[in-house]
């Protein structure tokens, strides 16, 4: 009964043993199971001239309502991985593209137009950690394909925070301290606008985004993250 007890033993062992190296050969194997899981976008639609869009995923609708101009959704939950993302204008125009979204991680993506009215989407990685809840965390993203000199921004009567923001270029993000507000304008532009310390609430993340056909028309638009 003992040697039998101990045969026993070695079976399993060996069984085990060989389960395990099956496992291990087929992670290997499969690239796919690197990607698996679920991110989370938000999707806009930053084209000034351009009718409402519906977001597709892998050819599924992401958003329950088109979106107009200016307009984001919440944050959608996609699969992770290599996916194909598109906005369909109301008139059937079609504008897509493959990105790669990292799993657990979150993103903010853009439909933009360039002069030519070359449309084109755009992505960026979003960073929700805060540390300091008596600070405002904001990044900023020149989406205006108008202003060949870029965009500056700075806090009201203090230091300069962005100089010569140029299309789809994103700034990192910073802390703005409670009560400051923002002034923003065109390279060389004396029409000076200001985003309020009352719009920029301390212990909030904000992306401000900035369209525009001219100096004069330059808007800033927030996105609120938490």
């Known amino acids: 009964m003992k040697i039998f007890t101990k045969r026993v033993s070695i079976t399993q062992a060996i069984l085990l043993a060989v389960c395990f190296l099956c496992i291990t050969s087929c992670s290997k194997k499969d690239p796919d199971l690197i990607v698996q899981g679920q991110t ?15 977001v597709y995923i892998d ?34 125009l079609n504008t897509s593209t493959n990105l790669n979204f990292t799993p657990s991680l979150t993103y903010s993506t853009f439909l933009v137009s360039d002069r030519n009215a070359n449309r084109e989407i755009v992505s960026y990685e979003d960073n929700l950690s805060i540390s ?53 304008n065109v390279v060389g532009s004396g029409s000076i606008k200001t985003i309020a310390a009352t719009d920029l609430i301390p212990g909030k993340i904000y992306t401000i985004w900035f369209s525009g056909l001219t100096a004069a028309t330059l808007e800033a638009h927030l996105i609120e993250y938490n």
Not at 153 to 158: K, M
């Open 40 to 54: 989370k976008i938000k999707v806009t639609n930053a084209v000034q001239t351009e009718t409402k869009q519906d």
């Open 59 to 92: 050819n599924e609708k992401l958003t329950s309502a088109a979106l107009t101009f200016g307009e984001t959704s919440d944050y959608l939950t996609i699969p992770s991985g290599n996916r194909n993302l598109s906005y369909q204008a109301s008139n059937n």
């Open 132 to 184: 300091d809840m008596a600070t405002a965390k904001i990044r900023l993203i020149n989406l205006s394909p108008n202003f060949a000199t870029g965009i500056n921004v700075t806090v009201q009567a203090g230091a300069q925070f962005v100089n010569g923001l140029l299309f789809k270029e994103a700034s990192n993000y910073f802390s703005l301290d409670a009560g400051a507000a923002l002034r923003y």
